[in-house]
Structures are given as structure tokens and as C-alpha cells.
């Protein structure tokens, strides 16, 4: 491991940590321009997090530690998960101590905490959304670890840099089974991002909502925090995505940081293109009923087993 | 002093130390101060022989008790070993806590308490070294028997009496299928030490015919379907820390019976024994974990969640004997390791939450979740402490539990290179099943550690709840940090696991993972490695880092106000979610596996009580019908006796009749 | 030969005398000493067989081998200890105006008588006189089971009278039909019924004849050991008679009478030189463990619950001897001693529970351990021991009969399985809530003697973990000689 | 084959003569004459036994001819005799199974006990072998006997007769088995009819009547 690998494994988090809000004002301003709205700025996340950072913290009498602890472990595993998927290069020394399985781990960890958090006080909606969103977590988190398993069948390694370095360079450029697992991907990561069809981020109506209703009892730091997390979140899926299914432009390992500097640009390009489909397919498609979303995410997790029979019938 | 003089030894100490409590029955303080500690003494020497004795070589000594042609011979090697260091670690635990446990007498006397606690701890010990026939069943009914005794503690309560009938029938059928499996494997040869039964080459369908039979009975024990039905019952019954040693402990002896025999004992294996263990634990697993989402009850719900952990433990030795059978001994100890590993997690965090529902048990009198909740402000010690457990149990890294998940994935992921096309078409939805199994045990303890601990009380008498004691909160630290520990230096566990790997696959486990102790890598780091410290570190700075941000540049003021819960001003804790209603979702989605009763209140109840029953299918399917039938069988035989005595003689005429007949 | 005598002598004189003064509040004491002495002449007499091997005295007509002097030391032992039980019992029988003093004294001698009967079949080398004990066995029995009585009692008696009456008959035709195989080989006169002689001849004695004989003996004694579908009297005869008879019914009775088959097996096996005994011991055996586990399920009374343990105890026992072979006789003889133990010891713990609840209906039973724990962990620890719980005696021989007949007679294996643990079903389900529970019967001000249970427990805890190695010896020897 | 001698014919008839008295029972109802062919079973026995002993001049075989006057000729018939007057049972009622039926049963019977008996008797050094299978005979019928009878002592008669058969069995058949045992086996015929006696007047008392129907109380049939 070189310095620059270390470098460029900094460089690749700052990244994320500084695009995250951007893309969540990206996806909004193109969801707003398709159902003919006036778009909110494209830096409104921004403003919201720092104002939020402002304001003093209010918290319930019967809070718990836990309560307060939750923001800082979500954010904090979220930072991990950006610190392991390849986004910038392949060259990330940390992604040696956390693979694919962990990094569905990490998102289970703080899918975990929020829901304990939410619990902590007490309230209806906070267990009603505790309650949902593992609901949903425990058929999403298989299905995505099913299309990890698929990609890292292919390239017989369960390290993120690996696949990549597999898939960007391979005779074969087209995996029949990554179709199947493209498609579980998407379905997944909607649901995992608290996206129409699953859940309506723009919503407090309560009998839709999921993770609203988690953040409900959270303001202040703590809030700005969580919103900051779910920003995250939503850029290292779209990562994931891209080294997956897209994965070229991405530097593999030996390079300089300069040139994972350089490799930016692409991938800003990717994600804007990623936050318009998101976006797009936001528009298009209607909230469904909470309980239509285990046919939803079953949907999805059979996809991904079906990836993997298809990888282990054709070898690709 | 060799390792089987001390283990032996320590054997005797527990036993003496039991009669020593039988002495004085009703003397607590003598019991609780001096008994019990000496029992985890006794445990935490047995745990440091065991330790020294992994990788040295087998050594066997022959008691001078047993049959006449048949001294008891005890024997450690790498295998018992392993399980006696489990046994000894966990034991030491259970037993410190026990002191500050078993408080006055309710049941039985405190004295009788302890010599069964320290009868069953010595059978377990036994059953571990035993190295013939006869010995290993003594010490296995044995083990049964101290814990029936344990478990009808309160002995008063008919349900205890139901569940300690039930638990000691089904281990008295599974002993007698064990029973015959030694049958089989003494081939004839009347030799029933474990030496002999190694020289007997079975032939035919006879080598299948001891494994199932040992499946069978090493199954009934370790709670896989169909026999698990006890479990549930038994785990509830007991007083909580003889549910952790049943859970923790008694669970994996069944364990390594089933290892004994099939990779020690039998030779050779076949592919389709792996492919049929490999069904039944992930069935297990899946079972377990769905029925534990939906318990009402805080021990039921640990008690599924154990045949759960059961479930995915015997997965693994489907795959290694899978492995085995196409001599791929590399993947094979890979597989074997995760087994191994798994065993020692569950044993761990699974007595640290049995341990702390006792705690709870003592402070509120109260076993159904819903009437508890918000105990983390009353008993902030157990609750953090039980929050690791949870945590461990979840899968979540960086702790233990997620380790040997890790490995077991990646023992699945190689699966491919089998040739068997069929079972290659398996991985998949194995894995599959595996996966949901692991991510529906993370939503049954988020239910578990949310209602129990988190949210506000749900009855007012939770305000008087008290916290732990200090004997209590020293087993459940050591637990705790048990957890921890086993969760960031999985290489330093491996290389002490590895032993039995050559031992019993003949291959070591540790080629790849020699990536430094700090990484985690089978094979080769390429492939895959994790390192759970560096997990851990990372996390921990990012969060401080983070937190010390905030402060710096912005404050940490905090206000305390109500809950805010969308502005709804009139709140009672009656609106969180009760233990049904967590558990709905999952009733929905998995509708067809239970048998569900339902209580829906009227609308125009003025005190509306919703209350849902769901009962296990396989009383309805298996267990019932087996009962109506020997009742029917018995009813036809009872028709023999109809009192008249000419029917009698006529009986005994037809006898000579037909036998005279018989020999013309 | 004096040692002989003595092992004889004391219980007919004891008899006797309890004839005479049965009635008088010394007789339980002369009862216990005449048995006492019994036991110590047994003792005496084994010590001899063990230091100088087997006896033949008396004209060849007692004849002392392996076989028969463990069984002797086991029948003057629980006499004995059924002795000293029955003091106590049989006096609150009395105070609770259950018997009259004539009846005491009839019950005292014919307990003594019992035990004469009882050492003289086990002793004599005539099968003609094993038969004649074997007869007035029964007699002194049917007194003994009639001696309430009550209309039950006499019910049971009748029965019991009846069938083995029957039987016996059976077997003394099968008695004659051997003297006739024999008395051309030895000549008319003594020694063609001596059970030595014929074992020496009997590769020649004619195959069809042995065979019938043996048929007519398996039926006649079989009756007494209580094979399915012979076993009709045993349940009845045990409920209703007083509990120390039950206890010698079933430690001793049975043993003796199964002792008698497997000498006649000997033979016939010797003529044959076929399977067709052994299979046939092997049916009935298998026949009455499978029966009697599907019957105990069905039992109210706590007495006919273990008397139809017995008859599948007895199942077990047939079974394994049936299988033949040095392990298979071992265990099966292990298992008569450590059921004669542990069957005795639970019907004293159950004299004793019925004494104290008033009752024998087993649903009125309950919580014997707050009433009385020694009573309680008594029926407790025995009922287990009985179901074949290790580290007890029992255990040990169903370990050996089980694996063995794993190979020997693997298609026998599953109904063994199944009736085992039904029979465990049926018994602890029945057990448990007697010992456990809430009672509602009053304390009795008097104290249980639990001494012979727990001796009788303490004995089968040892044999489970440690046999001595006489004991063992005395097997092997014994295991060889059936074949 | 050559014409035996007079005493083996005598014992031939005497044989037939018993196994005709057998039947003879088997058919009869009336308790009185019932025991009188219990009586004359005896003296057939008792003359068989007497031959037997001057034939083949054994001197044990006199004594237990004058057991069997004694016994079955003299004081078991005398003894069940008083008990009948005693009790006043003269009848007993229909048997199970009614007699024509239980006729051909025992034909049947007879038939197959001499099937069994052939093969033996070829074996046998006695000039009476055929005997052997009379005995066999006359032990069935009455075991057949005692299943139909539904009163006491009809069946204890049936259990007499039977002890009967097996004396002719060990007395002609085989001449006469060691004094010792044929002693002890008459002595517990002997206590047995005692006992039974005493067995009478009690269950008379207890059940009014010597019905075996009142005795059906212990059984399994509707345990629940």
C-alpha cells in the first residue's frame, strides 16, 4: 500500500461526504422539473444541514444515550460504507478490512441503530417506523447481498476493488446474469433509499411514511446528521451501482491521486445521469400500499437468485 | 498430571461440590458464597486445561467404573477440547451469576438447586471426554436428567411440569436413537469403545443407517426440526441461568455428539448426507428465526432464536461434509471453522441474554413483553450490557456474530467449484435462505432489545424495577466482553480453532488467513479479507471525530422537552408497539406457517383487547397424530383384557394351538 | 450340602412356626429373623459356589451351578428386604382394620412358605420337582393375593389360580414328554428327570419330542413369567393382593419362573441344534414389551401401571436370552437382577404412597414430595431407573440388549424403539404429577421405612456404574452355561 | 402288526375308556353327574395305573394307584359332592358355545393330538405308545372344557380331568415317573382342591353365587 492509495482512499470519502447533499439536490431539482414544479436550488440540502447544525438540540425527557449516540454510529457507518466502495479508484487500503458482506453489514449496523433510536422514545410512530423499516431491511438487505454475491461469483473475489478491477477489465464485457441483478439493484436501492414506490421521503402523511417517521423525534445536530447519513446512503448506492454495472472510468489500483482526482469528473457525469433515472422513475411510478412492498422487495430478492443461478448455468 | 486426570478432576470437584450443597439443603448463604464460586473456579481451570490441551496430542485414560468388559475410557483430543474450553468459559459465567441468582427457595431447596446445577455441568463434561459407548450415554442421559430436574424447578406450576415432561421424553428417544446408532457402529464386534468402533469398516446401507439415526438423536437434542419442539417449552420453564447453560452449552454437546460421530466415528461420507443436513439446518434456521419474530414472549423468543443459531451451525456441517465428500479438505476446514466458531459466539452471547432476561425476570417479575419496556433508565447495566448481546446476535460487525456468518458465506461462495451440478443449482437458494435467516435474526432482536429495554414502561410497577446485582453484572461484563473479544481478533480465535479443523478434515484452515493477524482472509486476501478491529477503530474515530466537530464549531446545547410524536398531545405508553404488533409483518408475510388464533375486540369494547395465539404446526402435523395413535394402538390392546376369564384360557389355547401347529 | 439344608430349613421351620403363632405381635420380628437367617445361608452357599464351583448333593438332587446361586442370593436378599418392609406396612394395614390377626398369621407363613418354594425350584436338579415348586408357588400365592378378601381380591386370586393352574398343567405334560424323550437314554427310574443328567445326554434325546416338550413348557411356565397373550393374571394379580406380595410377585416370582425356561431352553437347544427355542423366546419377548407398553398407558391404578412394567420388563429379558450369544445372556441376566431390585423398591415407595393418600387411583395421587420427599424422590428415582435412565442398573443391560439386537435382530429394533419410548411416555407422564405438584392428602403421623428402597436403589445405582467383579464372574459363568 | 398282549389291550381299552368319559363331560350339564365322570375318570385311571404296575412290575406304580383311588375315586369327588350340596349349584346353565358345536371341536381336537402324538410314538420302547396320544387328547377336551363352562366348579372339574390326562400320560404312556414327583404332584392336587374348597364358600359369600360372570370386574377394556 503506497501513500497515494491512502491518499486517494481520503480524497474518494471527502468526495463523497462533499457530493452526497449535492446529488439528494440534484435528484430533487429533476423531480421537480419533470412534474413541472419551480425547482428548489440545487444546493437547498446544503442550507438545510448547516441551518440545522445552528439550532439548538431538542430531545425527549425519556430519551435514552442510545438516542443521542444514533446520529453520530448512522453517519459514522455511512463514512465507512463511502470509504469501501470503489467511486473514484480501486486502490482504497480500507476496503481490505471490510468486503461487500460487511459493507451490507455496516448498513444493517446503522439500519439497526436508527430503529432502536426510534423505538427509545417511546411514541406510535416511532415504533411504527422502527417496525417498517427493518420490515423492509430484512428482504432488501438479502436481496442486495444476492447481487454482490453475483458480481463476486464472476470475479470469484467478495472485495469491492476486485469486482471492479474484474468487471472493468474482462474479455467478456456482458454478464447476462448482471442484467437480472441490475434489475434487483435498482428495485432494491429504491427501496433501501426510502424511494416512491416503498416510501415518499417528501411526505410526513403517517400511513405512508417509513423513515420520516424514524426521524420524527430527531432535530437539530442530530437531525442534520441523519439527513446527512441518508445523503450518503443514497450516494454510496449509487456507487455500488455504477462499479457494478457501469464500472468503467473508474481508476484501478496503482495510480496517483491525481489521476483519481481526474476520474472525478466521470463520475459526477454518472451520477448526474443516475439522479435523473432515480428521478425519472420517481415520477413514473405511484406509491404502493406498505404491505404490496414485501411482493415488491420479494420481486427483487428472486431476481438476485436468479442471477446467481444464471451466473452458475452459463459461467458468466 | 495429564490432561483427562484434570479434566476428571474437575469433574469430581463439581460433583463434590454438588453434595457438598446436598449436605446443607436450605443453607443459601453457604450455597450462593461458596458453592457456586467454587463452581466457576472450577469452570475457568477447566476452560484454561482445555485451552492447552486443543492442539496437543490425544491423550485417554480408563476410569476404574463401567461394565466389566467395559472400563469407562475417557479420551481429550482437539475436538473435546474445543468444546470443553466452551463449556468451562461459559459454565464459569452462568455459575457467578447463579451465586446472586437463586435467592430463597421457592421451589426447591437451594442446596438441591446446586447439586443438579453442578450434576448437570459434570455430565456435560463427561459427555465431552467420553470415549466409548456406554460412558458417553451414561454421562448423556445424565446430562438429560440433572437438567429435567433443573428445568421443574418449580416444580408447582403445571406448565413447567408439561415442559419438563416433554424436554425429558423427546432427549429419552433421541438417547435410545443414539443408542442404536452405537449399535450399528460396534459392527458386531461387541467392542463399544470409540477406538473400536473406528476400526469397524461398515458396509452397505449400514454407515447410512448410523448416520441418521445419529442425526436423529443428536437432532432431538440440538432442537433441529421436527424434535425442537421442546425447546421452546423447556428454555421458558427454567430459571434463566440454567436456560443459558441449556442454550449455551447442552445445545452444542448435541453438536459435538453429531461431529463425533459422523467425521470421526464413520469413515467416509456421502455428498447426499451433506445435501440433507444442509436442508434441515437451513430449515431450522429459517423456522426458528420467523417463529421467534412473532413470540410474546422475552425467553420463547431467545429459545427460537436458538434453534435458529442450531439451524445455521448445522448448515455448516452439511457443507463441510458436502465439502468432504469431494475431498476438498481446504474448503472443508473452512466450513468446519465457521461451525466451530459459530458455536462459540452462540454460546456467549446467547448465555448473556438468557442471563440478562433473569435479570429482568428478578426485577419485574415479568416475562411477556408486553408489559415491559424503558428498563434501560431503571437497569442502564444490564441494558448496555444486553445491547452487546443483541448487537452480537444481530450479525452486525464488528462483533462476533458476524464473523462466523462472514466465513460461512464464504465457505457458500466457493461451492461452485464442486462438480456436482445439482448441487451447484442448490447454492443459490441455500445461501438465499442462509441470508434471510441472518437479516430476520437482526429484526427479532431489534423487536426483542426494543420492547424490553427501549420506549416507556408498559406497566407502572417497571418504576420499582432495580438493576442487577454485583455478581451478576461481573458474569454478564465477562460475557459481554467475551463478545467483543471474539469479534475483533477472529484470527487469534481461528488459529485456536484450528486444531480440530486437522484433526477431523485433515486440513488446516489457516493457509490464507496467515494475511497477518490483523486480516481475516481465507484462501487469499485477494479473494476476500476483513478486519473487524480496523471496522471498529475506523467507526469509533469517525464518531468521535464527528461529535468533536459538531461541538467545536457549532455547540451542544440540548433542551429537554416532551415528545414531540407529530404534535399528538395525549400519549399513553399503551401506543407503542406491543410484542403482536412488531411481530405483524412477519405474521402477514409468512401467514401460511402458523397456526394462528385471533382475538379481534368489537369496535364498541370499551376496554379492547386485541390477542393473537400462534401455535406451531408441528404439533398438528407430527406430534398429535403420533399421540392419537398409540392411544388408539392402546385402546385395540386393551380389548385383549375383557376381564372374562374363559377369553383368558382361550388365549392361552389358541397359544399352544397355534405353536403346535407351528412346529408340525 | 449343610449350607443347602439351611437355606431351605430356615424358611420351612419359619413357616412353622409363623403358622403357630403368626397372629402374635412377635411374628413380623420372627418373619424378619427367618429370612435374615435364609439370607446369610444364601450367602454362606454362594460363597461356597464361588471359592469351590458347582454343588450336586443329596443323591444328585440338588444341583447349585453359576445360574442358579445368583438367583438364589437375589430371592433370599429381597425376601429379606421385603420382610423388613412389611413390618411397618402390614402393621398399619392392621390399625386400619384392613386385616384381621388370622390373616396376619396366614400371611406370615405363606410368606415364608413362598420363599421355601421359591429357593426349592431354584435349588432342586429334578425338573419333576421344579415343577411341584413351582406348583405350591403358586398356591401359597393365590392364598397371599386373596388375603383381603375383597371381592377384587378374590376375583384376582381365581384368575390367577385358573390360568396358572392351566399352565402348569401345560408344563408338567411338557415335564412328561421330556421324561419320555429321556428314559430310553437313562433308563426308567430317578435320574431321567435330573436336570445335569439330561444336560449331559441331551445332544441325543429326540429332536420332535423336545420340541413339543418344549412347546407345552414355554406355554406352562411362560404363564408365570407373564408372556403376552399368557399374561392375563399378572396385572390383576398384583393389584390386588398386599404390596410386599406384589413386591415378591414381581422380584421373585418371575425371575424363577423365567429361570425355569431358560434351563428347559438349555435342553431343548442342545437336542435341536436349531434356532426354533430361540425364536420363539425372541416372538414372545418382543410381543410382550410391545403389548405392555401400549397397555400402561391406559392404567389408573398405580400398582397394575408397574405390574405391566414388569410384563414388559419380563419382554425384554425373554428377548435377550432369546438372542443367545455371551453378551446378549449377560444382559439379560443383569436385567433380572436390577429388575427384581429397582421393581421391589418401587412397590415399596408405592406401599408407602398408597398408605399415605388412602388410595391406589393415581389421579388422586399427588405431590408425594411435599407429603413425604423420602417417599417421593423414591417413586421418583425408581420410576426413572426403571425406564432405563442411566446411571442406573437398568440402563446398563437395555444398553446391551439394545446394541446387540442392533445386529443380531436389527428388523426387531424399531418396534423396540417405539415401545421403549412409549412405555417411557406412558409411566413418567403417570409418575411425574404424583411426585410433583400441589397434594391435597394429610401427612400420616407414622415414618416410612425407606431403608430397603434405598438400599435396592443404591444396589441397581452401583450395578449401573460398577459391577464387582464376582458379580461379574458369576455372569460370564452363567452367560456360557445358557449359551 | 402281531396282536398285542392282554394287559396293552386292556390298557388300549382303558385309554378309549378315558377319552370317552372326556367327552362324555365335555357334553354333560348337570353338575352331579358331572362329578360322577370326574369319579369314573379315576377309577379308569386307577385300573390303567394297576396294570401298568403289575406289567412292567413296578411296585411304585401300586402306590400311586391307591393315590388315584384315593384322590380322584374317593375324596375330590366326595369333597365336590358336599360343596355342590353345600351350595346347592345342581346345574350349570348353557355352556358358550353350545354343545354340538362344542362336539366337533373336540373331534377336531382328537384328531390333531393324535397327528402330533404319531411321530413321538414311533419313538416310544413302551408296548401302550398309542396312549400318549389319548392323553394329549383328554388334556385338550378339557382345557376345551374350562373355556365353556361359565360356573366355578364345572371348571374346576375340567382342571381335575386335565390333571387326569396328564397322570394317564405320565403313568402309561411312560410307565409311571419317579415316586417323588408323581408324591409332590398329587399332594398339590391335593392342597389345590383344599384351597379351592375354602375358595368356594368365600367367593359364595362375596358374590352370592358361583357364576364366573360376577368375575369380570378387573380389566382393561373401557380403562377411560
Known sequence: ?316 | MSAPDLVVGAIVLWLGLGVAGLARPRHLAFVSRVVFPLGAAVGLALAAVALSAISAAPQMRELPLGLPDLPFHVRVDSLSAFFLMLLGAVAAAVSVYSAGYFRSSEGTAPGLVGFQYHAFLAAMALVLVADDAYVFMVAWESMALASYFLVTTEHRIPEIRRAGFLYLLIAHVGALAILLCFGVLQGGSGDYTFAGMRQQSLIGAWPSVAFFLALAGFGAKAGLLPLHVWLPEAHPAAPSPVSALMSAVMLKTAIYGFLRVSFDLLHGQLWWWGVAVLALGLVSALFGVVFAAVQTDMKRLLAYSSIENIGIIAAGIGLCILFRAYDKTLLAAISLTAVLYHCLNHAFFKSLLFLATGSVLHATHERSLGKLGGLIHRMPWVAWLALVGTLAIAGLPPLNGFVSEWLLLQAFLFTPSLPQSFVNMLVPVATAALVLAVALAAYVMVKFYGIVFLGRPRESNLAYAHDAGKLERTALVYLAAGCVLLGIVPVAVIALIDPVNVALVGSSARTGTSAGWLFLAPINADRSSYSPLIVLVVIVAVVLVTIQVVHRLYHGRVRRAPPWDCGFPAQTPRMQDTAEGFGQPIRTVFEPFFRMQRHLPSPFDGKPRYAVRVEDPLWHWLYLPIARGSDVLGRMAGYIQQGRISVYLTYSFFTLIALLLFIQ | MIEILAVLGFPLSGAAVLAALGHHRIAPKVNVAASLATFLAAAALTARVVSEGPLLVLDRQFFVDPFNVFLVALTAFIGFTTSLFSQPYMRIEEEHKRLSSARLRLYHSMFQLFSFTMLLALLTNNMGILWVAMEAATLTTVLLVSLYRSPASLEAAWKYFILCGVGIAQALFGTILLYFAAEKLLGAGGGALLWTELDGVKGQLGPTVLSLAFVFLLVGYGTKVGLVPLHNWLPDAHAEGPTPVSAVLSGLLLNVALYAVVRCKVLVEGALQTAFANNLMMGFGLLSVVVASLLLSRQKDIKRLFAYSSIEHMGIITFAFGMGGMVANFAGLLHMTVHSLTKSAIFFTVGHATQKTGTQVMDDIRGLITISPLVGWGLAIGSLAILGMPPFGVFASEFLVLTTAMREAPWATPFLLGALGLAFAAVFSKVQPMVFGETTARRLPMRPSMLPVFAHLGLVLMLGLWIPPFLADWYRQAARLIG | MESLPLYAQLINLLASVLLLLAFAMLAQRRVVTLIDLFAAQGLALACSTAIVAYATAQPHLYFSTAITLVLKVAILPWLLHRLVQRLDVKWDVEGLINVPTTMIVGLVLVIFSFNLAVPISQLANTVTRATLGIAMATVMLSFLMMITRRKAIPQVIGFLSMENGLFFAATSATYGMPMVVELGIALDVLVGMLILGVFFFQIREQFDSLDLKHMEKLKEGEAE
Not at chain 1, 472485495?159 to 428495485?187: C, K, N, R, W
Not at chain 1, 445521469?273 to 420479494?298: C, D, H, N, Q
Open chain 1, 1 to 316: 500500500m503506497s501513500m497515494s492509495a491512502y491518499l486517494s482512499q481520503l480524497v474518494q470519502v471527502a468526495v463523497a461526504l462533499m457530493l452526497a447533499p449535492l446529488l439528494v439536490g440534484w435528484v430533487n431539482q429533476c423531480r421537480a422539473w419533470l412534474q413541472n414544479k419551480r425547482a428548489p436550488s440545487l444546493f437547498l440540502p446544503y442550507r438545510t444541514i448547516r441551518k440545522l447544525f445552528v439550532k439548538d438540540a431538542v430531545v425527549a425527557q425519556n430519551a435514552s444515550p442510545i438516542f443521542r449516540l444514533t446520529p453520530y454510529i448512522v453517519f459514522g457507518a455511512m463514512t465507512c460504507a463511502a470509504a469501501i466502495v470503489p467511486s473514484l479508484a480501486t486502490d482504497l487500503p480500507f476496503a481490505r478490512a471490510a468486503d461487500a458482506i460487511a459493507l451490507v453489514g455496516l448498513f444493517a449496523l446503522a439500519r439497526v441503530f436508527m430503529s432502536l433510536a426510534a423505538m427509545d422514545i417511546g411514541t406510535a410512530f416511532g415504533s411504527l417506523g422502527a417496525r417498517r423499516d427493518m420490515f423492509v431491511g430484512f428482504l432488501a438487505e438479502p436481496a442486495l447481498l444476492m447481487v454482490l454475491f453475483t458480481a463476486s461469483l464472476i470475479s470469484s473475489s467478495t472485495s469491492l476493488p476486485q469486482i471492479v478491477d474484474t468487471l472493468a477489465h474482462h474479455e467478456i464485457g456482458i454478464y447476462p446474469s448482471l442484467a437480472f441483478a441490475g434489475v434487483a439493484f435498482t428495485m432494491v436501492s429504491l427501496a433501501e433509499n426510502a424511494r416512491i414506490p416503498v416510501d415518499n421521503p417528501a411526505t410526513h402523511l403517517e400511513l405512508t411514511m417509513i423513515h420520516e417517521a424514524m426521524l420524527l423525534e430527531y432535530s437539530a445536530r442530530h437531525l442534520a446528521l441523519l439527513e446527512w447519513a441518508a445523503a450518503l446512503k443514497l450516494f454510496n448506492y449509487s456507487c455500488i451501482g455504477l462499479a457494478l454495472f457501469f464500472p468503467f472510468g473508474i481508476v484501478v489500483s496503482g495510480a496517483d491521486w491525481l489521476a483519481v482526482m481526474s476520474s472525478a469528473p466521470l463520475l459526477v457525469a454518472k451520477l448526474a445521469i443516475g439522479g435523473v433515472a432515480l428521478a425519472l422513475i420517481e415520477t413514473l411510478s405511484a406509491k404502493m400500499r406498505i404491505f404490496r412492498a414485501p411482493e415488491f422487495l420479494g420481486t427483487a430478492f428472486m431476481l438476485a437468485v436468479l442471477a446467481m443461478l444464471v451466473n452458475l448455468l452459463l459461467g458468466a
